[in-house]
């Protein structure tokens, strides 16, 4: 099993978009309500109340700043999860086969019966998306909901990830990365989805769509097409009262 | 990377183990009756002994032997299988050797074999990593296997093979020290890529996704400090290579033999902490850390 | 080769989908919780989801809201009637049955009830049911009653209310789908919690712009298209600016401003004149424009006014409101140039955003072919659309400048004619509502019987304020007096220091709903802890008796006498009525309940159901039948039971065939909102949808739904009149008089057009000494206090460091992992501090309300929160230092009483790192016991 497939009839996959993530964390913790009820162990919480709470996650929300040469800092939230890589070197380095690739949709997923808890897997992937549970000892990563998307106890519109149903800013969106008719494909296309760690040549799924241009004020002058929306009616009130009459008078 | 205690053991003691077994099985030296058996047993204890020590790692232990299923993909699973074949085949070739005084020179020339291949599969299981731009890198194979050798070597008695051996990787260590500072650099993975925000300009990291630790912090990243660094390879140097060597070109004598091992058992375990605590995961550059 | 295992992908999800409203924030979403079975064969929680027919949510879901579960099973719980045995603030109690916390609570209110109803103090911090809490309030006949509302948001609420009838908040909320311009001032999260992050999400998906006004960049900030890193506090300011680039280039509305807006009605002018600043009025009241058509005076509503025409009358003259907005604004005072520095925005900056504003509001202007009938008769066949919004909280309304500030940007919004239309901003019912439509404050205590009203409300003049008949203040917050008197709200954050000192006059019995006040959400959180504990000379406690009800170890449970704990919101009833705060959407009017989707495992009751047992015990009027019998068994009984005015009661739907909102009791109301997924919703008709305040067909409808008993069409305020009568009385005239210190202080800011001023503190803090702001923000994931005691939710903000700017960052050698001393004219904190680049370069700030005091929320007492974690409200005084003349000025809004969290001016400077932060509190018992070390649990399991 820890082969990967040579190719998967579909990739599903995420695509996030970093200019619409308010960094809220509702995905966070949809993901691990709905994955401490369903698939595998429940997600676990060690010394929860106490210094130093360390639970597994399947999703977490960085943040980042970034300092362009001419503008104000940005700040940047950034969803990460498995990005359901295509070459997952976290799937090829598992020792006990818990680990696979399937090859109907590319979802990974561990098959918790099968793990023994070494972490290669976790060393391997290069995002951080893998974690062990701290309780369970066995490894823990995003599912891509597997036991949401096929469910035929969910209403049709339901069968999506729990992270990209909660998602309030709809910054999430789930499809098949191989359609290239895809809501996913389309939107990687327009704005320009891009890979994480290209270079690690792990061909990750997941897209990330980019911020947009932002603060555009500090690099044009675009005053100067505003300007003429500004040319004064008046100088003084006396002025703008005349002006006001006339406008009033084209009622 | 987190120097866990276990993987240190099983690293540092199994390279050991195979590394004599390798002299044992090349017939160098072959040692009968007691002294074999003391031998074997020393060599036995060690290879076994980490590959024990490694379980001690696992968050399932009792499954341990899942772990055999993935040879043809996975590198621990392969380590797994030429463990266990090269002490099968290491086994009657020491059983010849302690129980009938007999030499059977093909069986040990396989065993000799397969230490090597056993110490070249640990090594890639940390060499295969891109994650780990430090070990993903061929001096982490020839480090293993040169440390294997050697102190294998020290443990045999085979004093010049030790002296070469030894030097030789004390070589390999340092410029592998010097070239590791920069191969995260080199990687070609850094904040930019791995957010894909540089384009926009300069990437920091600003807030963590939890303000406590995780399991990617605890396992994954783990800052020591140049100085620190700087120290202990020093000490790693003096107590796993210099001294030992010293030590062996004295007129040789069992107590500085053990003495000399000793101190290279001391010098490998600091050696593979650092192996360890200074190999930078990439996955720190999501945490803003190295 | 590849092998897989086979897998379930359609695993049974839960037994049972149980429908009801979120409690982890006021937004109040609808909610599916998934029950399961557990191990004791009892149904329990499995997981939370958002419900997408609600109208609030939409079926998207925060992070509170999907952590609730661990609230529910929080190991912070109370879990049965306490009465304190220890000291005051150390937290020892003992558990008593809830016979005998009612017989406590009895012996203690009924003598008050009986002799002086002022002596109890009501207030009901974060309260979701304000209509029935202030309704027994009212019945027990004492003044003191308010909610949480005047350290929140006051300034919000009735800068809004006075201006337009309405304000943001949950008031009403940008057209998200046809806006193309958005500028958000101030909001970290507000209360609109999901419908802002769905809203934002529409303008992202449409590539609408966004421009985030804000010191900090981060959240709705950090997305926005372009950020304005403002001064605090100069917000005003900078609006102002805006109206001033506008005006001068002719970009308003005039339209709009004729027809739908006070701009036209004649003001008085003439400074010697009593009258001053009123308005020209006709016998009937009616306020008088000049009427376009016939020159000649006309009453307001009836009248296309002459926006230009001055008038004389009886020797004075009188001028077109909107001739004084020109009159002022266009003044070079308020020129970008003049405001730039003070508000760290250059004059370029300020020009291109309202050439900008202007550009998106007139050329971009959007129409709607869909006919409606003003409230003048006219027949319009379009809706048009001016695509510029706005949203605005805290951020503006938490300064002493506040109320001002949100007039200026209501001012700014009508000026465009942004407000009601397409694309601009748009009320939710039962909002339209002009303030003078609205109660007002009631104070007239009659022993052993009710109070002569409802207690809070809008004042229009002197006559209206909540004073003695020695001119005292009436109420134990001096809400409705001089010192503030348009405190719509109370002021919740007087109350312990105003008892403590006696003044006005002393009180027997606090009694306090969800309200951490003994941190928090007091300022000067040490003070505070002082003051409940504080002895007279008798040794009796200075406030003798504090009743609380909370449902977890809070801070503020160790300072209680009484604690009567409450259920959590998964196990008791509740109603979102259209009688306090709603649910509504722009297009509907909603309300909502909660039901008990599981039983309390222990002694805990809804604190509702106990003020009806307790309202019964103490005989109050509408909680007894006419046999002396409790009359409402439970909250459930009175929601479904109780009419406030015929045919309207606490929910609207269900009420007849008909559904139209109005309708008598129907006993089945319950059941049908359970069936209808824990909500009602009626969809205001597309004639009605915009022009809210003018369309008949709206008004119709609001009466039809009981949202009005008759049709109310109004004007908005760009003038609020009411102000100007406070001047009036300020400059000496009229019978009822301001005390002489206060004089200046309300001709100054009691101004009846928007002005801006510098925050109060400026003026009593050396900004020399003092000179970078201090801020919180509300981190999304978090609810105040009470997120710290959720697993979950912790791991995401167990500890709050301080922010600081690159430039303040470097000036004092700051490196990772160091420490700072904060220092505030009031005290002073020692804190972690972390850089951050995107941020004002004078302004610092942290998350609120993570810090804890050690022993609370069954945290380990050397958790984060209480070793990392800390307060602002160390550094933030109720009062202002003592200046010249030796008085101390309360530390809010001169108006509303809002009280100015973000006014706080501090130094900041590098100190080694304390074994914690500083101060740090000796711990607080537990009621409860220890939390379990770990968490690991799953229902169907
Ligand atoms: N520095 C600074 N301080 C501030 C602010 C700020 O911006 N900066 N903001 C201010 C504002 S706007 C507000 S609204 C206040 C909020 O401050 P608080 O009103 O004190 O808010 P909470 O922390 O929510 O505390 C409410 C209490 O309600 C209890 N509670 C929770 N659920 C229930 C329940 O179901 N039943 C009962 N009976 N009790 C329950 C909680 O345990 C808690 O003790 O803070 C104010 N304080
Ligand atoms: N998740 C979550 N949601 C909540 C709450 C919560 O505790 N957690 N609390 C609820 C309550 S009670 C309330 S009152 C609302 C409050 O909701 P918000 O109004 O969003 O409250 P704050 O988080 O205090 O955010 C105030 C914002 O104003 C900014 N600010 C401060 N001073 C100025 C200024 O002078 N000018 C400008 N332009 N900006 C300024 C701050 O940087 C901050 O971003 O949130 C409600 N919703
Ligand atoms: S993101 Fe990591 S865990 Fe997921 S498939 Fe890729 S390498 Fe594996
Ligand atoms: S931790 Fe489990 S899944 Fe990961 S590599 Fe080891 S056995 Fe495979
Ligand atoms: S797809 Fe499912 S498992 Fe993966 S992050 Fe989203 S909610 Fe979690
Ligand atoms: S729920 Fe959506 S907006 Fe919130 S953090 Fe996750 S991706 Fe971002
Ligand atoms: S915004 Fe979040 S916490 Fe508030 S009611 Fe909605 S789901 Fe609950
Ligand atoms: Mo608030």
């Known amino acids: 099993m820890t082969d990967l497939p040579t190719s998967t009839a579909r990739k599903l996959g995420l695509v996030i978009d970093l200019d619409t993530c308010v960094g809220c964390h509702a995905c966070v913790v949809a993901c691990k309500g709905w994955n401490t009820e369903n698939y595998g162990a429940p997600l676990a919480d060690k010394d929860a109340y106490g210094a130093e709470p360390v639970g597994s996650f399947l999703n977490r929300i960085h943040s980042y700043e970034v300092q362009p040469a001419n503008a104000p800092a940005q700040l940047i939230h950034f969803p990460k999860s498995c990005l359901h890589c295509e070459g997952a070197p976290c799937v090829t380095v598992c020792p006990t086969g818990a680990s696979y690739k399937r090859v109907e949709d590319g979802i990974v997923l561990v098959n918790e019966s099968d793990c023994i808890g070494c972490g290669l897997c976790a060393w391997a992937c290069p995002y951080g998306a893998r974690e062990m549970d701290p309780v369970e000892n066995v490894m823990k990563k995003c599912t891509l909901c597997v036991d949401r998307i096929y469910n035929e106890n969910l209403p049709e519109i339901d069968r999506e990830p729990a992270c990209v149903r909660t998602c309030p800013a709809g910054a999430r969106h789930f499809g098949d990365f191989a359609d290239p008719e895809s809501n996913v494909s389309q939107l990687v296309a327009e704005r320009g989805g891009i890979e994480l760690m290209p270079e690690q040549e792990t061909k990750p799924v997941n897209r990330y769509l980019p911020p947009r241009p932002k603060d555009e004020w500090a690099k044009d002058a675009e005053i100067d097409v505003l300007a003429p929306l500004l040319a004064p009616v008046a100088e003084e009130p006396k002025g703008l009262l005349g002006w006001l009459d006339k406008a009033l008078e084209r009622l | ?290 | 080769m590849h092998r897989q295992p086979a897998l379930d992908t359609s695993p049974k999800v839960s037994d049972e989908v149980r429908q009801t409203t979120c409690y982890m924030c006021a937004c109040r979403c609808g909610i599916n919780v998934h029950m399961k079975d557990g191990p004791d064969g009892k149904k329990q929680v499995a997981y939370i989801e958002g419900n997408r027919d609600h109208p609030v949510n939409q079926g998207v879901l925060c992070a509170k809201g999907s952590a609730g579960i661990m609230q529910v099973t929080a190991p912070s719980r109370l879990r049965a009637p306490l009465k304190r045995v220890g000291a005051r603030g150390e937290g020892k109690f003992e558990e008593i049955s809830w016979d005998e916390a009612l017989e406590l609570a009895t012996k203690w209110l009924k003598p008050i009830r009986e002799t002086d109803q002022s002596k109890l103090a009501f207030f009901t911090g974060r309260d979701q049911s304000q209509s029935f809490t202030s309704y027994w309030a009212q019945a027990f006949g004492t003044p003191n009653y308010a909610a949480h509302g005047g350290f929140c948001s006051v300034n919000m609420a009735a800068a809004g209310i006075y201006t337009m009838g309405g304000a943001f908040w949950e008031f009403g909320q940008p057209d998200w789908d046809h806006t193309k311009l958005f500028m958000l001032f101030g909001v970290a999260e507000d209360h609109d919690s999901n419908p802002i992050k769905i809203g934002l999400g529409k303008l992202k998906a449409r590539g609408a712009k966004v421009i985030g006004v804000n010191p900090i960049r981060t959240g709705y900030n950090a997305i926005a298209d372009e950020w304005v890193g403002i001064t605090p506090g100069t917000d005003g300011l900078f609006i102002l600016a805006l109206v001033h680039e506008l005006l001068r280039a002719g970009k308003i509305d005039v339209n709009y401003l004729a027809r739908y807006t006070n701009a036209g009605v004649l003001v008085n002018c003439n400074e010697e004149d009593p009258d001053f600043g009123l308005f020209l009025r006709d016998d009937q009241g009616c306020a008088l424009v000049i009427d376009r058509a016939t020159g000649k005076p006309a009453p307001a509503e009836a009248a296309i006014p002459d926006l230009a025409a001055t008038h004389r009358h009886a020797g004075v003259t009188y001028k077109p409101v909107l001739h004084l907005i020109a009159e002022r604004y266009m003044d070079a005072a308020y020129a970008p140039e003049a405001v730039a520095e003070r508000i760290g925005i250059s004059a370029e900056r300020i020009k291109r955003i309202a050439g900008e504003i202007a550009r998106v509001a007139f050329e971009e202007e959007i129409t709607i072919d869909q006919e409606w009938t003003d409230f003048r008769g006219k027949k319009h066949d379009k809706m048009i659309g001016r695509p510029v919004s706005f949203h605005s909280m805290r951020g503006i309304s938490a300064h002493s400048n506040g109320f001002q500030t949100c007039r200026a940007l209501h001012m700014l919004q009508i000026l465009l004619g942004s407000v009601e239309v397409p694309g601009g901003f748009r009320f939710k019912p039962p909002y339209p509502k002009p303030s003078y439509a609205h109660p007002k404050p009631h104070c007239k205590v009659t022993p052993g019987q009710p109070l002569d009203g409802p207690h809070l409300g809008f004042t229009h003049g002197p006559e209206d304020l909540c004073l003695k008949e020695d001119g005292s203040p009436a109420r134990i917050d001096k809400a409705f007096t001089w010192e503030n008197p348009m405190s719509a709200h109370g002021m919740m954050h007087m109350v312990i220091s105003n008892a403590h000192a006696g003044d006005p006059y002393e009180i027997d019995t606090l009694f306090m709903y969800m309200a951490n006040m003994s941190w928090n959400s007091s300022m000067n959180t040490s003070e505070v802890m002082r003051m409940l504990t504080d002895k007279k000379d008798d040794g009796e406690y200075k406030i003798p008796h504090i009743i609380y009800s909370d449902a977890y170890s809070s801070e503020m449970v160790a300072y209680a006498d009484l604690i009567l704990p409450d259920a959590t919101y998964l196990e008791r009833h509740d109603c979102i009525s259209l009688l306090d705060r709603p649910i509504c959407e722009a297009d509907g009017a909603a309300d909502a309940i909660r039901w008990p989707v599981v039983e309390p495992d222990r002694d805990v009751r809804g604190f509702q159901s106990v003020l009806c047992e307790l309202g019964a015990r103490l005989d109050l009027p509408g909680f007894v039948n006419e046999d002396g019998s409790q009359k409402y068994a439970d909250y459930a009984d009175y929601i479904v039971n109780h009419e406030r005015r015929p045919g309207v009661g606490p929910l609207s739907g269900f009420r007849s065939e008909e559904d139209t909102g109005r309708g008598p009791v129907n006993p089945a109301q319950m059941d049908k909102y359970i069936e209808n997924g824990g909500f009602w919703l009626k969809h205001i008709p597309d004639e009605a949808r915009y022009y809210k305040p003018w369309n008949m067909a709206y008004q119709d409808w609001a009466v039809e739904t009981g949202l009005y008993d008759k049709t109310l069409p109004y004007l908005f305020q760009l003038y609020v009149e009411p102000m100007a009568k406070y001047q009036r009385a300020a400059r000496g005239h009229g019978l009822i008089q301001p005390p002489d210190h206060l004089r200046e202080r309300i001709k100054a800011t009691l101004d009846p057009l928007p002005i801006w001023y510098p925050p109060f503190l400026d003026g009593h803090a050396d900004p020399e000494e003092y000179p970078v702001q201090a801020l919180t923000q509300r981190p999304m994931a978090m609810y105040h206090s009470w997120g710290s005691q959720n697993a979950w939710l912790r791991q995401i903000h167990g500890a709050n460091p301080l922010y600081v700017p690159t430039k303040l960052w470097q000036k004092h050698g700051f490196a990772e992992g160091d420490w700072a001393r904060l220092t505030s004219p009031s005290g002073e904190i020692t804190v972690p501090v972390v850089h951050m680049a995107a941020l004002n370069e004078n302004t610092v700030w942290t998350w609120n309300a993570i810090g804890k005091r050690k022993g609370a929320w069954a945290l380990d007492t050397d958790a984060p929160e209480v070793t990392k974690g800390f307060l602002l409200n160390h550094l933030i005084d109720e009062l202002l230092p003592e200046r010249g003349d030796g008085m101390r000025w309360s530390n809010s809004d001169p108006i509303t009483g809002q009280a100015a969290w973000f006014d706080l001016r501090v130094k900041i400077e590098k100190v080694r790192a304390p074994a914690e932060a500083q101060p740090a509190h000796p711990a607080q018992g537990s009621p409860v016991p220890d939390a379990p070390a770990d968490r690991s649990q799953k229902v169907g399991a």
């Open chain 2, 1 to 290: 990377m987190h120097p866990a205690g276990s993987i240190i053991v099983f690293t540092a003691l199994s390279g050991l183990g195979f590394g004599m077994l390798f002299w044992l099985g090349l017939g160098h030296f072959t040692p009968t009756y007691w002294t074999g058996f003391v031998f074997f047993a020393v060599a036995y204890a060690l290879s076994v002994g980490g590959l024990l020590a490694s379980t001690f790692h696992l968050g399932h232990p009792e499954r341990a032997l899942k772990a055999f299923t993935q040879w043809r993909s996975s590198w621990l699973s392969r380590e797994g299988w030429l463990a266990c074949i090269t002490l099968g085949v290491m086994g009657l070739y020491a059983a010849a050797l302690v129980f009938a005084g007999a030499w059977l020179a093909p069986l040990g020339w396989l065993g000799a074999v397969g230490s090597l291949v056993t110490v070249y599969a640990t090594s890639m299981i940390y060499a295969q990593l891109k994650t780990v731009p430090r070990w993903n890198h061929w001096t982490t194979n020839v480090l293993f296997l040169g440390l294997s050798l050697g102190g294998g070597a020290l443990l045999t008695g085979a004093v010049w093979p030790a002296i070469v051996l030894l030097l030789s990787t004390a070589a390999v260590q340092v410029y592998a020290w010097r070239a590791g500072d920069q191969r995260l650099a080199e990687s070609g993975t850094d904040m930019a890529t791995a957010t894909g925000l540089g384009g926009i300009g300069a990437v920091t990291a600003f807030e963590p996704p939890h303000t406590g630790g995780n399991y990617l912090t605890h396992e994954m990243v783990f800052v020591v400090g140049r100085k620190h660094a700087r120290k202990l390879q020093n000490i790693a140097l003096i107590l796993g290579f210099a001294l030992p060597v010293l030590l062996l070109m004295l007129p040789s004598s069992h107590l500085l033999a053990l003495l000399a091992i000793g101190l290279h058992l001391a010098g490998l375990f600091v050696l593979r902490w650092l192996f360890f605590a200074q190999a930078e995961h990439v996955v720190g550059l999501y945490y803003g850390k190295r």
